[in-house]
T-cell receptor, first 115, second 113 residues
Framework: NAGVMQNPRHLVRRRGQEARLRCSPM?????VYWYRQLPEEGLKFMVY????????ESGMPKERFSAEFPKEGPSILRIQQVVRGDSAAYFC?????????????FGDGTRLSIL | AQSVTQLGSHVSVSEGALVLLRCNYS??????LFWYVQYPNQGLQLLLK??????LVKGINGFEAEFKKSETSFHLTKPSAHMSDAAEYFC???????????FGTGTSLTVIP
């Protein structure tokens, strides 16, 4: 039973380029979450999606960041015109339907480095 | 509003000693609480969860946590530390009107041989 799959594991971009991070949830999971982790800090919630719907994007920066979870295929976190401050580890998690008592299962993350 | 506070960003224990990692929550209603462990360059792995069935929750790798409503705490313990327990530990509370999790800032556990 495959876990949450994130790719790439490492991504290097130059300032001004676009970064695309992919996340395939666990089988049977219809809820996807994106978090950002900076060194020596905890996880900061970014966005919560269900298939074709953004449920909560209160943690997303207002500009340059977007997320989608299409009917088919993985969830995508897209960062346009990247800047040095975007360097971080980005984690995706998924959970099954069933409410807030369902634990979230995490991928191994994508480490984004901006040159 | 829900949030968690982890006291002590770094904890060091000797191998074989008791591990105690502290977590206090604030919630307007009984929360759902979780402990996760993160090893270097990996994602978070669920250790245990509290969902109101029992106040003492046993998890993987010999860890357990006790929900104390009067103290609004959910501290993580392990009777005897092992070298392999060295990692980052995160406490989380879930938003009870949705699925959003709120994570603490983490506690880095060092085990001294």
């Amino acid at each position: 039973n495959a876990g949450v799959m994130q790719n790439p594991r490492h991504l290097v971009r130059r300032r001004g380029q676009e970064a695309r991070l992919r996340c395939s949830p666990m089988k049977g999971h219809s809820h996807v979450y994106w978090y950002r982790q900076l060194p020596e800090e905890g996880l900061k919630f970014m966005v919560y999606l269900q298939k074709e719907n953004i449920i909560d994007e209160s943690g997303m920066p207002k500009e340059r960041f977007s997320a989608e979870f299409p009917k088919e295929g993985p969830s995508i976190l897209r960062i346009q015109q990247v800047v040095r401050g975007d360097s971080a580890a980005y984690f995706c998690a998924s959970s099954p339907p069933g409410g807030p008592n369902q634990p979230q299962h995490f991928g191994d993350g994508t480490r984004l480095s901006i040159l | 509003a829900q949030s968690v506070t982890q006291l002590g960003s770094h904890v060091s224990v000797s191998e074989g000693a008791l591990v105690l990692l502290r977590c206090n929550y604030s919630s307007s209603v009984p929360p759902y609480l979780f402990w996760y462990v993160q090893y270097p360059n990996q994602g978070l792995q669920l250790l245990l969860k509290y969902t109101s069935a029992a106040t003492l929750v046993k998890g993987i790798n010999g860890f357990e946590a006790e929900f104390k409503k009067s103290e609004t705490s959910f501290h993580l313990t392990k009777p005897s530390a092992h070298m392999s327990d060295a990692a980052e530990y995160f406490c989380a509370v879930s938003k009870n009107t949705g699925n959003q999790f709120y994570f603490g800032t983490g506690t880095s556990l060092t085990v001294i041989p």
